[in-house]
């Protein structure tokens, strides 16, 4: 599991930014709907905000941001002018972020998956997001902190195509903890989730919630075909060690390196 990438990288992030925020200018959006198929950064950037966007109680719509965007005011307008606001609007979403396969592709990255329609794709666009869960709902992108107590939502993005996702953590005693499958039943064996294999971000159903001892947390996201089972995971870890990939023929892994402060509600800050 890589590091979530937050487009610092390009100086164009920002407009990602203020265009969730609902404070870009028409040229700015227009702008934006230019840079984005040509910046895999950008795309990455806008892609998690749609995410938290749908996750967020109250967040602005893409009707709402784009109508602002575009210089669309809805107060006022009769029934027939809100429709033609909301096809506009849409429209726009459509050009921003429906962009074709092929123009995702940087030219300097050799495609090392190709798909059985023949869509090549990159191994890099294949990870998953972390998700913080304040008490009131909200998410928050994890980037590199957590709290020990701290409940993890998580999206995946799949363009390898493949078929199951395990996601699991150990802390510095090696102790092993486990979100997708989830873990907690010692007479149970459950194995690698089944996840979609088509394009862009997709939620996993369930956020989970661990109490992690010490102040070091390494998240794993093993994408794989096989249906291998949790007690084949650990037998493997024991094996092989934590500090390199798994056996695991044609699977794709990222690590994600965290660092865990104590609880929230040993302070009482929740």
């Not at 840079?35 to 950037?45: W, Y």
């Not at 190709?114 to 869509?119: A, I, L």
């Amino acid at each position: 599991m890589t590091r979530a990438r937050t487009g610092a990288t390009c100086p164009q992030g920002a407009l990602v930014d203020r265009h969730f925020a609902l404070r870009l200018g028409v040229e700015e959006e227009r702008l934006l709907r230019a840079h984005l198929p040509d910046c895999s950064d950008c795309r990455a950037r806008y892609e998690r905000h749609l995410v938290l966007a749908r996750l967020t109680p109250g967040a602005p719509t893409p009707e709402q941001r784009l109508a602002l965007g575009l210089g669309i005011r809805a107060a006022g307008h009769t029934a027939r002018g809100r429709a033609v606001l909301l096809t506009v609007a849409a429209a726009a979403v459509l050009a921003l972020v429906a962009l074709p396969m092929w123009r995702y592709i940087r030219p300097d990255l050799k495609p090392d998956v190709v798909t059985s329609r023949g869509v090549p794709t990159t191994a890099e666009e294949t990870e998953v997001l972390v998700f913080r869960i304040d008490p009131m709902g909200r998410h928050t992108l994890v980037e590199d902190t957590i709290h020990a107590d701290d409940e993890l939502a998580m999206a995946y993005r799949n363009s390898a195509r493949k078929r199951r996702l395990l996601v699991f953590g150990t802390d510095t005693n090696g102790k092993v903890y486990w979100y997708h499958p989830g873990w907690q039943d010692a007479g149970s064996d459950p194995a690698a989730i089944q996840i979609k294999a088509t394009a862009g971000l997709h939620e996993l159903p369930e956020a989970v919630t661990h109490s992690i001892l010490g102040d070091r947390l390494t998240l794993y996201a093993v994408f794989l075909d096989q249906r291998l089972s949790v007690r084949q995971v650990e037998a493997m870890l024991h094996r092989v060690g934590l500090d390199v990939p798994l056996p695991i023929k044609d699977a794709i892994q990222r690590r994600l390196q965290l660092r865990v402060q104590p609880p929230r509600t040993r302070g009482g800050s929740r």
